[in-house]
């Protein structure tokens, strides 16, 4: 890791300095990066990974947003510009606040290298990372349309870092767009935090290049009777790892999240979850669907933690995988620790090529095989892309068809 070292440590001097950026690499540098000997890596190609192939930058690269990017704009109450990270422009709404911060604190009072301490990943962005971008949206304010960020990727490697609050009773929606990244290593991490009685709807929609390596993270913190529904969806990079991770510590939290994802070529898609229920009277539905071809592979791990003292707790996860050829593979891992006797959590998981007898009866009335299956790969997303923002639903949907499109299915 020479050389990456030796660029981050000029990086780091071009940055605002503070003792927490300090911590964060020097603890990154102690560590090291993860091996495949770990169990949360065991399934990662990190044979193929080496530092050594990019460089962090104290400026954003030169770079357009592509056309769905600006259609997403287009369709957005106000939007918000990052490239590599770092912020490039900002609409107004009122209401609503965007900003920058140098703050060494992750949401929930722990500074960044306490927070993300075991992630080697998560301390590189609380080092290397520009100021976190905020958005604040204030008490009781209601945002009508989604609030949209265009995070763009240009340079050799990127470290995103965003948070979101909403204040009391307040109601929005964040679509982000992830793209770019030709050769580049991609590291985000995002925190929100859900007051009191308010509604936070995001969804991220990771396309970058190909040959992007793709390491991002979120953390959402929910309050008394606050709502999170969250959708990340995966089609791009050669890694695309995603952890998402909710923590309900108040009476009446509920959170919804969704992940899918499409694996082509070689691709590994590995997503992490996580939630954790502190408090009673806290509700959780995750639902993880995916669909893998040619050599690609899928990973999905999900726990369910439920506390001491979370009495009534309903939490479910469900884990739904197709394989459209013969060479691909997905590995299904769900989790569940319970310390708490009066509640409901149960999880289910599938992995199997497309359904014959459901093929054989479009083929029965007349559609042919490839169009057949087109329709059944179809109907599975289907339920994944009907629950996103109906602003942006049908573009994320066709470019996702598109990419689709490309796909070879082969099966029996």
Known sequence: MTTFL????????????????????????????????????????????????????????????????ESLAARGALVVRLVDGFLEESGELPGVSVGLSESPDSFGGLARDERYAADAFALLNGALAPASVTIDVAPGVTVDGPIVILNRVNSSAAFPRLQVSL????????????????????????????????????????????????????????ERDARLRQAVVGIGAHYDRSRNDAELFEPGASNELRTTFLGSGEQVHDFRTHQLHLAPHTESTLLAKGAVADYSRSIYTGLIEIEKGAKRTDARQTNRNLLLSPNAHADSVPNLEIRENDVVCAHASSVGPLDEIERWYLESRGVARAEAERLMIGGFYNEMMVALPPQVASLVEADVAAALARVEVVTP
């Open 6 to 69: 030796a660029a981050a440590a000029d990086s780091l001097s071009d940055l605002v300095a503070s003792d927490v950026r300090r911590r964060c690499w020097d603890r990154f540098v102690a560590v090291g990066l993860p091996s495949t000997a770990d169990e949360v890596w065991r399934y990662a190609p990190l044979a193929s990974f080496s530092l050594d192939r990019y460089a962090p930058s104290a400026k954003p690269g030169p770079g357009r947003a592509s056309a769905l990017a």
């Open 167 to 222: 204040g009391r009773s307040a109601s929005a929606t964040i679509v982000e767009c992830l793209e770019g990244g030709t050769d580049a290593l991609v590291v985000p991490v995002s925190e929100y935090r859900v007051g009191a009685d308010a509604e936070l709807r995001v969804v991220t929609y990771q396309r970058l290049e190909p040959s992007a390596w793709h390491v991002g993270r979120t953390l959402a913190l929910l």
